[in-house]
């Protein structure tokens, strides 16, 4: 059996590929993630690894059979809240790692108490209303918060064609902005991975204050 290293053993493996300096951002961080399913996951595990103090995470589903050609969860874990599974999952990965969760479906109403403690916010639904929703949601109740959203990312298009845009001075977009689920072959796991890892970069790098031009 496995020790589980200690939580400073852990902060200087971090602290040798980031420096110390960066580090000490990224474990000041609160990043919230609303949405689980194939963006808000992988978000969730590539800022787990990059040592980010704390995750905010937000979903009402359960994991189905359908999910897992391109989210983070187990075969064991269907049937589960998405919040619950990939908590377990996180801790596994990042045990230090301070988590939040919340089991509810956002909305105009709650927006400001699940989203209040974030510095970072990231945009990870699947549903067009829901994404416009929250970025108005955001714009409105939290001016200067920052928000990584996403935006194309479904079919077998090249990977190239995904980027990171910054709309405005706090908005960024991550995707191709033009392929829909409804197009074609819809969500390939690679695809999905690859725009959620440009929304777990570039919130890496607004806490880094490394800003895209």
């Known amino acids: ?34 949405g689980l399913g194939g963006l808000g996951s992988n978000i969730a595990i590539a800022l787990a690894r990059a040592g980010i103090g704390k995750l905010i995470l937000i979903d009402f589903d359960k994991v189905d059979l359908s999910n897992l050609n391109r989210q ?60 416009a929703m929250l970025v ?17 990312m479904s079919g077998m298009a090249s990977a190239n064609s995904i980027k990171t845009r910054r709309v405005t001075k706090r908005f960024y977009l991550c995707g191709d902005e033009t392929s829909d689920v409804s197009d074609g072959i819809g969500l390939v796991s690679s695809r999905v991975m690859v725009c959620a890892a440009h929304q777990a970069h570039v919130v890496l790098r607004i806490i880094a204050e490394e800003y895209e031009v």
């Open 72 to 131: 983070q969860y187990f075969v064991s874990q269907i049937g589960m809240y998405k919040t619950d599974a990939l908590k377990v999952n996180l801790q596994q990965i990042a045990p230090y790692l301070e988590i939040d969760t919340h089991t509810v479906r956002i909305t105009e109403s709650n927006i400001k108490a699940l989203l209040c403690n974030a510095d970072i916010i990231c945009e990870a639904f699947d549903q067009p209303e829901e994404k």
């Open 1 to 34: 059996m496995h020790l589980i290293p200690t939580k400073e053993e852990m902060l200087l493996a971090l602290e040798e590929r980031h420096g110390k300096e960066l580090q000490s951002k990224f474990s000041k961080a609160s990043v919230a993630i609303c």
């Open 136 to 152: 108005n949601g955001i714009r409105e109740n939290f001016p200067d918060k920052y928000l990584a959203a996403g935006s194309g």
